[in-house]
């Protein structure tokens, strides 16, 4: 079993959406969590980055913890086609030494 | 530089051949990590570097792959004797400093490998 599992995707949505991305995840160790996306042949970018449980707001963009369930979420709100990546979700343990990385959701939204 | 700067950015070598990949991180970054990605995948972690130290090399595959670092800058990652399951983005991230210090980690561009 892997550490870290997320949704392959593709996701299609129409442009304005509100779209939502989920990983789960099995080490209890975790407590940083983080939201990648990844542009086609370019590396990951930062979006989001959450301690522990709870809510974290930037934007359009909210990242959800829930650590009893051992699952996050990524929302996006009126989703734009510029918007149209790959988004990972990334997580660590409190000594960074590692980053854990879901496969990846490849998200397309259409004009 | 103002981010992290990979090269090369694309190689292509034979099997059987040694290849050397460069990272150059962020100035003042003092954690750099590398990984792979192969195509449609996600971020297989390879080796964490502290300074010029490496604590945790838990993810190199095999004895092929090797990493330094000098200077508490640039890191070098090697592959001996390529085979074509080497094929893949290799990607190298730094980060400011130990711990939940700097929790950003900034990724490079990658070096998109092939071996034919």
């Known amino acids: 079993q892997k550490e870290v599992e997320q949704d392959p995707g593709p996701l299609s949505v129409p442009e304005g959406a509100i779209v939502s991305l989920n990983c789960t995840y099995s080490n209890s160790a975790f407590q940083y969590f983080m939201w990648y996306r990844q542009y086609s042949r370019k590396g990951p970018e930062l979006l989001m980055y959450?301690?522990?449980?709870g809510n974290k707001e930037d934007g359009r963009f909210t990242a959800q913890v829930d650590k009893s369930s051992k699952y996050i979420s990524l929302f996006i709100r009126d989703s734009q086609p510029s918007d149209s990546a790959t988004y990972l979700c990334a997580m660590s343990a409190g000594n960074f030494n590692k980053f854990y990385f879901g496969s990846g959701t490849k998200l397309n939204v259409k004009p | 530089g103002a981010g992290v700067s990979q090269s090369p950015s694309n190689k292509v070598t034979e099997k059987g051949k040694d290849v050397e990949l460069r990272c150059d991180p962020i100035s003042g970054h003092t954690a750099l990590y590398w990984y792979r990605q192969r195509l449609g995948q996600g971020l297989e972690f390879l080796i964490y570097?502290?300074?010029?130290?490496?604590?945790?090399k838990s993810g190199l595959p095999s004895d092929r792959f090797s990493a330094e670092r000098t200077g508490e800058s640039v890191s070098t990652l090697t592959i001996q004797r390529t085979q074509q399951e080497d094929s893949a983005v290799y990607l190298c991230a730094s980060k400011l400093g130990q711990g939940a210090k700097g929790t950003e980690a900034f990724f490079g561009q990658g070096t998109r490998l092939t071996v034919v």
């Open positions: 959450t301690y522990s449980s």
């Open positions: 570097f502290q300074g010029n130290s490496a604590p945790d």
